[in-house]
């Protein structure tokens, strides 16, 4: 069974338009991420999220906005898509703090 | 602020070869964590290693070591006689205790091991 995965795979789309990844972990960890790899496979990380905090990395545009339905969710909704958000986008967890970041296959993201 | 160098931004060696990529890494907390994570051609990222910065003991793991000098600030990944499947793009990592908990990655060295 896959530990953490991500839906879609792929996603081409059109500029200005609104999308989303979702995320999913069977791991039973309490910590999501979503890291942004550009392309020159450079990894920065978006956003941490448990069930009592959200940090976003100040660099993030509020375009970005993840959503938790559940502790083994966590979405990431991207509204007015620019080009430069052409990326691959992971998702990984953890348990707690400081433990180990497990990650999705990644979802490589394509704006026209 | 954390920083994470991997000054060899490619490598290519023969199969059979030793290689060993170098992690430098930047960070005022006196309690972190370093990673290393592996990128095949594929692309999902795999963990390789974990090691917290009160544990400067070595780790001999199969055909892959690594060695951890706080004096330098360095975390240094080995692979013993390369194989073609060791070719991927390794990245280095630092974490803390921090709120987030969030990653602080290298530019990654692509290893290309030829047959």
């Known amino acids: 069974d896959t530990a953490v995965s991500q839906t879609p795979k792929y996603l081409v789309t059109q500029m200005g338009n609104d999308k989303s990844i979702k995320c999913e972990q069977n791991?039973?960890?309490?910590?999501m991420y979503w890291y942004k790899q550009d392309s020159k496979k450079f990894l920065k990380i978006m956003f941490s999220?448990?069930?009592?905090?959200?940090?976003i990395n100040e660099t993030v545009p509020n375009r970005f906005s993840p959503k938790s339905p559940d502790k083994a969710h966590l979405n990431l909704h991207i509204n007015s898509l620019e080009l430069g958000d052409s990326a691959v986008y992971f998702c990984a967890s953890s348990q707690g703090r400081s433990n180990t970041q497990y990650f999705g296959p990644g979802t490589r993201l394509t704006v026209l | 602020a954390q920083k994470v160098t991997q000054a060899q931004t490619e490598i290519s060696v023969v199969e059979k070869e030793d290689v060993t990529l170098d992690c430098v890494y930047e960070?005022?907390?006196?309690?972190?964590?370093l990673f290393w994570y592996k990128q095949p051609p594929s692309g999902e990222l795999v963990f390789l290693i974990r090691r917290n910065s009160f544990d400067e003991q070595n780790e001999i793991s199969g055909r892959y070591s690594w060695n951890f000098q706080k004096s330098t600030s360095s975390f240094n990944f080995t692979i013993t006689a390369s194989q073609v499947v060791d070719s991927a793009v390794y990245f280095c990592?630092?974490?803390?205790?921090?709120?987030?908990?969030?990653?602080?990655f290298g530019g990654g060295t692509r290893l290309m091991v030829k047959p």
């Open positions: 999220y448990n069930n009592k905090e959200l940090i």
């Open positions: 960070t005022r907390d006196t309690t972190y964590y």
């Open positions: 990592a630092l974490g803390n205790n921090n709120a987030g908990n969030m990653l602080t």
């Open positions: 791991l039973g960890h309490d910590t």
